[in-house]
């Protein structure tokens, strides 16, 4: 065993150490007591109800993390990813074919080790706590279309950074990063249009006194929306949503129709005012620069490990290719991965702060954003005690009770 066999095997069950003990903080954060904002939304029973779905959720979560660290580990000890390797050269000729085999093996095989665990969260979790409304029939449709697109889309995209690493050896990394930048746009203008249809029905939001709000809102604040939508994400789930999809002239907005029946007028408009306020403090932007930048950083550490032979040593692999590095460098990039991934939920969550006083200020009506935040919490079963150390680590929008303490001091 190498030292850099060592160092790996370090930096994969580290992190999951890191993770599991912060797991273990968060359920032991749950022994607190009903927070004073949500003493008039949740009694006793749902809070207990609410407790028991996190305790769920992280013992499932510590059980597949710890399936994908054993997975890891033997894949080095035992040379899979050489066997998978060997398939690949057998089932095509060229190295981009063989790549993109490769990364395809790889990727179905990461996908039946997920897969018992997603039908588990789905149809067990979720069922039982009354938010799956998912069919089996549903599910199955819902990973072919996800293997459909990793063919249209996925493929192209690795075989054009294969591509450009074999035929550019040392500007390959900043040419990747390019094409993947330009790739990035492409995919954020055509998904509203082509790709999320596939998996929701979009319905445009009928003129009424919902519709007139929200365009009024919009209107006021100099933001143009291209649409208002509704999606009917009630067919998977329970719980509710909002979002923007797209940008420039093809910015939607879309309501689950969960939100819909569940929320005042007041109170949608408070949760797109939140939206709006990502759009017009430039936020969106920000995070597509930041996600410009990791990836830049991340080609270019690549660059510098494709040609390592002690990588591919570490793993049994006998044939170097560019893409089995690929996939090697993303152990061995552990560390700094999450460092930027704790970076960027940083970010976010001071985003989330900013945009919740834009709503706030915009509407004049801080209580519409709070109550709408209060009954998402609840009807979702969110955990209102997270511990600190678990949301820096995986938290993307601030503790709802903290949110909450911001938009009361932006009213007062």
């Known amino acids: 065993m190498t030292f850099l066999t060592i160092l790996i095997l370090f930096f994969i069950i580290g992190t999951w150490g890191l993770e599991t003990w912060a797991s273990k903080l968060n359920l032991q954060s749950l022994e607190q007591p009903i927070p004073a904002a949500f003493e008039h939304a949740v009694n006793t029973q749902k809070y207990e109800k ?27 000890m035992l040379g899979i990813f050489n066997i ?42 979720e069922e039982e706590y009354g938010f799956n409304r998912t069919t089996p029939k549903l ?38 990063w390019g094409f993947s930048t330009a790739f990035m746009f492409a995919v954020q203008y055509v998904a509203p249009i082509w790709i999320m249809p596939l998996f929701n029905k979009f319905t445009p939001l009928e003129n009424g006194d919902l519709r007139q709000a929200i365009e009024d809102f919009a209107h006021k604040n100099g933001f143009n929306i291209s649409g208002i939508y509704i999606i009917d994400g009630s067919k ?3 719980k509710a949503n909002a979002f923007f999809t797209g ?9 689950f129709d969960t939100l819909v029946k569940s929320m005042s007028t007041e109170e949608i408009v408070g949760v797109l005012a939140h939206e709006i306020g990502h759009c017009k403090l430039n936020h969106i932007k920000r995070m597509f620069l930041t996600s410009i930048v990791t990836t830049g950083i991340t080609f270019y550490c690549l660059s510098l490990v494709l040609g390592y032979e002690p990588l591919y040593a570490a793993f049994h692999v006998e044939h170097m290719t560019i893409a089995v590095g690929m996939v090697l460098f993303n152990f061995l990039y552990t560390p700094l991965s999450l460092l930027m ?24 009506n801080p209580s519409a954003l709070s109550g709408a935040l209060i009954k998402l919490s609840v009807n979702s079963l969110s955990n209102l005690t997270p511990h600190p150390a678990y949301v820096f680590l995986h938290y993307s929008h601030p503790p709802v009770v903290a949110r909450l303490d911001a938009l009361e001091k932006v009213a007062t």
């Open 341 to 364: 991934t704790i970076f960027a939920s940083h970010q976010s969550r001071k985003y989330e702060f900013e945009a919740d006083a834009f709503a706030a200020r915009t509407t004049g």
């Open 247 to 255: 940008f420039g002239k093809q910015k939607r907005i879309a309501l």
């Open 236 to 238: 998977r789930s329970n």
């Open 50 to 76: 609410s407790q028991a779905y996190t305790r769920r959720n992280e013992k499932l979560s510590f059980i597949s993390g710890f399936v994908n660290v054993v997975a890891v580990v033997l894949c080095m």
């Open 84 to 125: 998978f390797n060997e398939w690949a050269t057998a089932l095509a000729t060229g190295q981009i074919v063989q790549g993109l085999a490769f990364l395809g093996i790889v990727s179905v095989a990461s996908m039946v080790l997920s897969l018992p665990f997603s039908i588990y969260k789905t149809f067990v979790i």
């Open 139 to 176: 599910f199955i449709a819902d990973r072919f279309k996800g293997i459909l697109l990793a063919v249209v889309l996925g493929a192209p995209l690795a075989a054009g950074i294969i591509w450009f690493f074999q035929t550019f050896s040392t500007f390959g990394w900043l040419i990747a």
